[in-house]
T-cell receptor, first 115, second 113 residues
Framework: GENVEQHPSTLSVQEGDSAVIKCTYS??????FPWYKQELGKGPQLIID?????GEKKDQRIAVTLNKTAKHFSLHITETQPEDSAVYFC??????????????FGTGTRLLVSP | DVKVTQSSRYLVKRTGEKVFLECVQD?????MFWYRQDPGLGLRLIYF???????EKGDIPEGYSVSREKKERFSLILESASTNQTSMYLC????????????FGPGTRLTVT
């Protein structure tokens, strides 16, 4: 069935270090891969996404890479700051034939950035 | 800004009670979703709706039903709450123009005792 695995479940880094979160997916038809950030007491919010026709995308300190052959994608955060501390979720789209695509989410990574 | 609101942030109910969780979005989005979030399990899709009065089961629909009488409102119903439905419930909405970004509400933490 449709499945997205995410690692690690927790990640502690020092301020200024880089953080990397990795996900693998099972459905080869998936073509959209978003990353959501969930801060304490809030709902998840999209921070970056990538489509299957692109291998890498950057937005300031955040980047996402995609390897379609291996079915894995990663989130990279450089120069981490304490406000990056949150739970991060990856997701992969599941086509439904027509209309929108469902998302299957990973299990989440709790990132803690220490000053 | 897209706004998705949920009727309660915290809710405590007793086993066997009928529970209604309400979600409202203000951006005229066609699609709405209910997820539950549990530690170590991520977000799992319960039900979704792609139009008024239209609904489809997600991955874990057992014990839940939904209602969408108006475009902006999507309700999740627990017909007879059980302790294993204690969880964080998240509502999301998505435009119908082949956009991909889902917009989430702040969540309702439900405790069933």
């Amino acid at each position: 069935g449709e499945n997205v695995e995410q690692h690690p479940s927790t990640l502690s880094v020092q301020e200024g270090d880089s953080a990397v979160i990795k996900c693998t997916y099972s459905d080869s038809a998936s073509n959209y891969f978003p990353w959501y950030k969930q801060e304490l007491g809030k709902g998840p919010q999209l921070i970056i996404d990538i489509r299957s026709n692109v291998g890498e995308k950057k937005d300031q300190r955040i980047a996402v890479t995609l390897n379609k052959t291996a079915k894995h994608f990663s989130l990279h955060i450089t120069e981490t700051q304490p406000e990056d501390s949150a739970v991060y979720f990856c997701a992969a789209s599941i086509p439904r034939g027509t209309g929108f695509q469902k998302l299957v989410f990973g299990t989440g990574t709790r990132l803690l950035v220490s000053p | 800004d897209v706004k998705v609101t949920q009727s309660s942030r915290y809710l405590v109910k007793r086993t066997g009670e009928k529970v209604f969780l309400e979600c409202v979005q203000d951006m005229d989005h066609e699609n709405m979703f209910w997820y539950r979030q549990d530690p170590g399990l991520g977000l799992r899709l319960i039900y979704f709706s792609y139009d008024v009065k239209m609904k489809e089961k997600g991955d874990i629909p057992e014990g839940y039903s939904v209602s969408r009488e108006k475009k902006e409102r999507f309700s999740l119903i627990l017909e007879s709450a059980s302790t294993n439905q204690t969880s964080m419930y998240l509502c999301a909405s998505l435009p119908g123009d082949r956009s991909y970004e889902q917009y989430f509400g702040p969540g309702t933490r439900l405790t069933v005792t």
